[in-house]
């Protein structure tokens, strides 16, 4: 199968670099076509894939690990380092300064939204804050429903106008309702469209010049693959996205779609989705996410045998 | 005769309004596609330069590293016997590697059904992909065929998953089996194949939880599902479908590893192609494991469902520089 040996593979060209008192530029070039590897076979984007490998070549035969007494280790370092950078660097946090903070997910069919918008609120409730859940996609069969049941489970309110009402009209009365009854945060579900359906992307404008969202979140697929720069970069210039959230990290996939999507819009990811669960979502770890994609579980022991 | 024409005259035999709806549901993907294979052809010679542009294409569409490099080799090597030159040629070269890549050994796609007596079909996949809706387009189209559907409501763990299916039957009105939020799933499949005996249907549709393929409780509770219809009627299911989201990138294979090993695939359902996702990981999918696409996916909407078909698939990829060649 495509992944396995990758990592070994991986190892066995840094492994070259390792003890090496000198590295040679095509030293360096042998470790990259397999970093390049890596990076495609994790789905990160191709064109991503090299602007990022041109860099850290540039970084690897530079002086800094020439110069180095250990330049195979240094050569891994960079590499981390520079993914870990992509990504970030740090956890991003929500922006929950105005009463009440409106949020706004949206994203492509089955992405959980839905699923990511019970388990937002949820773990907003444990830091005290008291939510309104707001069913904005009449389109999706049994979507209001979906909402209700989770709602249901975390012990808040929806609000809800049913399916035959106007998603921007039911936005901007969910907010009105969140005003009056002192709920500090309103989450607005929206129904999944394709970044190219122009219709849907235009509700999708209304809502947020209606109700001026403080966040919004485009919730991601970590099993997406090639196509994640095209979504990112679309649903980013129509409707300036805060933040990501990436779903479904509790699979196998390497999750490469972290990287493209932030490369492209510069949006952090805010949070990863871990399982189908409501408490299972969790702040999102670029450092971690680094030597995710790599397929190296863990990169600093690589570093040391290095 | 060039490949193209041939393509064109193989798929002018299916109706106009089929290749239409898969022209119009596949232009995102095409445009895309095409204008970065356009950028490749329309190179001065064919060179390494220009196969490494091609490999970029390929990998940018989903089809992964190792099946690009083996497109790419077997095209290089065709090259060199046929002796082409002229970059505009490779094109039809390379619709027709990947046409016979994606028919694989046999061309068979067709749904393997009974003609007399009831048909199961199992849907299978990870969260999200689009099984509960391929239920309801294909119910739909079963319907107009002249069929009785049943539906059975598999998913009992998602919130709102059974009136999600519930409300599929009711457009396209079937009846659904179902029992409550969190009951046995593999109770609710037995109960739907009773139901289905006892009413004389033709095609009982099972519906099931998304699961992640990684997940060794979830892919038992498949498996038991699996086996009680295997009990209940021989040689059933008759057709075990996992539906596949067309973004996905490489984890696809990994997905058609694990249901096939836990459920014995017969097929593929493509779904979400009308984004602009190309879904070539189908192609490796079909190199690695020789899992037929049966079908795909085209919209929300009940008649948005196509059988796949391998030429018209790669035709409507190719559309655009199909119909260049023929002005020209
Ligand atoms: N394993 C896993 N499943 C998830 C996660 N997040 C969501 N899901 C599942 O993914 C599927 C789709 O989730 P939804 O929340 O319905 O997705 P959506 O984006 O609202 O879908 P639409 O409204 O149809 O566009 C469901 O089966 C969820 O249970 C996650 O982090 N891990
Ligand atoms: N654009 C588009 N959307 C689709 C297609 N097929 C399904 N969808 C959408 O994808 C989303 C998920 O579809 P579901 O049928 O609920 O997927 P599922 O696999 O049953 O999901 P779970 O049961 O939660 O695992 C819904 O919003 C569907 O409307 C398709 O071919 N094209
Ligand atoms: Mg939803
Ligand atoms: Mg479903």
Redesign the pocket.
Request: aromatic content about 4%; glycine content about 8%; proline content about 3%.
């Given at each position: 199968m495509a992944f396995e040996g990758l990592s070994e593979r991986l190892q066995s060209a840094l492994s070259k670099l390792r003890g090496k008192g000198k590295v040679s530029e095509s030293d360096v070039k042998a470790a990259m076509r397999e970093v390049r590897l890596a990076l495609l076979e994790a789905d990160v984007n191709f064109k991503v894939v090299k602007d990022f490998v041109a860099r850290v070549s540039e970084r690897a035969v530079g002086q800094e690990v020439m110069k180095s007494l250990t330049p195979g280790q240094q050569v891994i370092k960079v590499v981390n380092e520079e993914l870990t950078q992509l990504m970030g660097g740090q956890q991003s946090k929500l922006d929950l300064s105005s009463k009440p903070s409106v949020i706004m997910m949206v994203?492509l069919?089955?992405?959980?939204?839905?699923?990511?918008t019970g388990k937002l609120a949820h773990h907003l409730k444990k830091q005290n804050k008291h939510p309104l859940l707001v069913a904005g996609?009449v389109y999706?069969p049994a979507?209001i429903r979906?909402l209700e049941v989770l709602g249901d489970q975390i012990g808040l309110p929806v609000f809800s106008l049913g399916d035959q009402e106007n998603p921007v009209e039911i936005a901007e009365r969910g907010v009105a309702q969140a005003k009056e009854e002192g709920n500090d945060v309103v989450l607005i579900?929206t129904?999944?469209r394709l970044h190219v359906d122009e219709t849907m992307m235009d509700e999708l404008k209304a809502i947020r010049e209606k109700v001026e969202p403080d966040e919004i979140l485009l919730?991601v697929d970590a099993m997406t693959g090639q196509d994640a720069v095209n979504v990112a970069e679309s649903f980013h210039q129509e409707m300036a996205l805060t933040g990501v959230v990436l779903?479904?990290?509790?699979?196998d996939t390497r999750g490469g779609a972290a990287l493209s999507v932030k490369s492209v819009t510069d949006c952090p990811v805010k949070f990863a989705?871990?399982?189908?669960k409501v408490d299972?979502l969790e702040p999102f770890h670029p450092e971690r996410m680094a030597s995710r994609i790599l397929g190296m579980g863990d990169v600093l022991t690589l570093i040391e045998k290095a | 005769m060039s490949f193209f024409k041939r393509l064109k005259e193989s798929v002018s035999k299916t109706t106009e309004s089929v290749t239409q709806k898969f022209k119009d549901g596949l232009s995102k993907t095409s445009s895309s596609l095409v204008g970065a294979m356009d950028s490749v052809f329309s190179r001065n010679r064919i060179d390494e330069e220009l196969f490494e542009e091609l490999e970029d294409v390929l990998i940018g569409a989903d089809v992964g590293v190792q099946t690009t490099m083996e497109i790419v080799d077997r095209l290089r090597s065709e090259v060199k016997q046929r002796k082409v030159k002229d970059p505009a040629d490779l094109q039809p070269l390379l619709s027709e590697i990947l046409v016979e890549m994606l028919q694989g050994d046999d061309r068979d796609t067709a749904m393997n059904l009974k003609a007399d007596g009831l048909s199961i079909i199992l849907f299978v996949g990870v969260?999200?992909v689009g099984k509960t809706t391929t239920i309801g387009k294909l119910a739909h189209q079963y319907r107009q065929e002249g069929k009785r559907v049943i539906l059975a409501a598999g998913d009992t763990f998602?919130a709102g998953a059974i009136e999600q299916l519930e409300v599929w039957g009711e457009r396209v009105g079937v009846d659904v089996i179902r029992h409550q939020a969190g009951s046995d799933p593999a109770a609710v499949i037995y109960d739907g194949i009773q139901a289905a005996k006892a009413r004389g249907a033709d095609i009982l549709l099972c519906d099931t939880a998304?699961r992640?393929h990684s997940k060794v409780n979830l892919m038992e509770e498949l498996k038991k599902v699996y086996r009680v219809i295997q009990r209940e009627v021989p040689e059933a299911p008759h057709e075990t479908l996992l539906v596949l989201d067309s973004t996905t990138g490489q984890n696809a294979l990994q997905q058609a590893k694990w249901f096939n090993e836990a459920t014995r695939l017969s097929g593929i359902v493509l779904t979400k192609m009308d984004g602009t996702a190309k879904g070539g990981i189908a192609v490796a999918i079909r190199r690695e494991l020789s899992i037929p696409v049966k079908w795909i996916g085209l919209g929300e909407k009940l008649d948005d469902l196509q059988p796949f078909d391998a030429e018209q698939f790669v035709h409507a990829l190719f559309v655009q520089a199909i119909e260049k060649e023929e002005e020209a």
């Amino acid at each position: 199968m495509a992944f396995e040996g990758l990592s070994e593979r991986l190892q066995s060209a840094l492994s070259k670099l390792r003890g090496k008192g000198k590295v040679s530029e095509s030293d360096v070039k042998a470790a990259m076509r397999e970093v390049r590897l890596a990076l495609l076979e994790a789905d990160v984007n191709f064109k991503v894939v090299k602007d990022f490998v041109a860099r850290v070549s540039e970084r690897a035969v530079g002086q800094e690990v020439m110069k180095s007494l250990t330049p195979g280790q240094q050569v891994i370092k960079v590499v981390n380092e520079e993914l870990t950078q992509l990504m970030g660097g740090q956890q991003s946090k929500l922006d929950l300064s105005s009463k009440p903070s409106v949020i706004m997910m949206v994203g492509l069919q089955g992405a959980g939204k839905t699923t990511t918008t019970g388990k937002l609120a949820h773990h907003l409730k444990k830091q005290n804050k008291h939510p309104l859940l707001v069913a904005g996609d009449v389109y999706r069969p049994a979507a209001i429903r979906q909402l209700e049941v989770l709602g249901d489970q975390i012990g808040l309110p929806v609000f809800s106008l049913g399916d035959q009402e106007n998603p921007v009209e039911i936005a901007e009365r969910g907010v009105a309702q969140a005003k009056e009854e002192g709920n500090d945060v309103v989450l607005i579900d929206t129904a999944g469209r394709l970044h190219v359906d122009e219709t849907m992307m235009d509700e999708l404008k209304a809502i947020r010049e209606k109700v001026e969202p403080d966040e919004i979140l485009l919730v991601v697929d970590a099993m997406t693959g090639q196509d994640a720069v095209n979504v990112a970069e679309s649903f980013h210039q129509e409707m300036a996205l805060t933040g990501v959230v990436l779903t479904k990290l509790d699979g196998d996939t390497r999750g490469g779609a972290a990287l493209s999507v932030k490369s492209v819009t510069d949006c952090p990811v805010k949070f990863a989705g871990m399982g189908e669960k409501v408490d299972a979502l969790e702040p999102f770890h670029p450092e971690r996410m680094a030597s995710r994609i790599l397929g190296m579980g863990d990169v600093l022991t690589l570093i040391e045998k290095a | 005769m060039s490949f193209f024409k041939r393509l064109k005259e193989s798929v002018s035999k299916t109706t106009e309004s089929v290749t239409q709806k898969f022209k119009d549901g596949l232009s995102k993907t095409s445009s895309s596609l095409v204008g970065a294979m356009d950028s490749v052809f329309s190179r001065n010679r064919i060179d390494e330069e220009l196969f490494e542009e091609l490999e970029d294409v390929l990998i940018g569409a989903d089809v992964g590293v190792q099946t690009t490099m083996e497109i790419v080799d077997r095209l290089r090597s065709e090259v060199k016997q046929r002796k082409v030159k002229d970059p505009a040629d490779l094109q039809p070269l390379l619709s027709e590697i990947l046409v016979e890549m994606l028919q694989g050994d046999d061309r068979d796609t067709a749904m393997n059904l009974k003609a007399d007596g009831l048909s199961i079909i199992l849907f299978v996949g990870v969260n999200g992909v689009g099984k509960t809706t391929t239920i309801g387009k294909l119910a739909h189209q079963y319907r107009q065929e002249g069929k009785r559907v049943i539906l059975a409501a598999g998913d009992t763990f998602r919130a709102g998953a059974i009136e999600q299916l519930e409300v599929w039957g009711e457009r396209v009105g079937v009846d659904v089996i179902r029992h409550q939020a969190g009951s046995d799933p593999a109770a609710v499949i037995y109960d739907g194949i009773q139901a289905a005996k006892a009413r004389g249907a033709d095609i009982l549709l099972c519906d099931t939880a998304g699961r992640l393929h990684s997940k060794v409780n979830l892919m038992e509770e498949l498996k038991k599902v699996y086996r009680v219809i295997q009990r209940e009627v021989p040689e059933a299911p008759h057709e075990t479908l996992l539906v596949l989201d067309s973004t996905t990138g490489q984890n696809a294979l990994q997905q058609a590893k694990w249901f096939n090993e836990a459920t014995r695939l017969s097929g593929i359902v493509l779904t979400k192609m009308d984004g602009t996702a190309k879904g070539g990981i189908a192609v490796a999918i079909r190199r690695e494991l020789s899992i037929p696409v049966k079908w795909i996916g085209l919209g929300e909407k009940l008649d948005d469902l196509q059988p796949f078909d391998a030429e018209q698939f790669v035709h409507a990829l190719f559309v655009q520089a199909i119909e260049k060649e023929e002005e020209a």
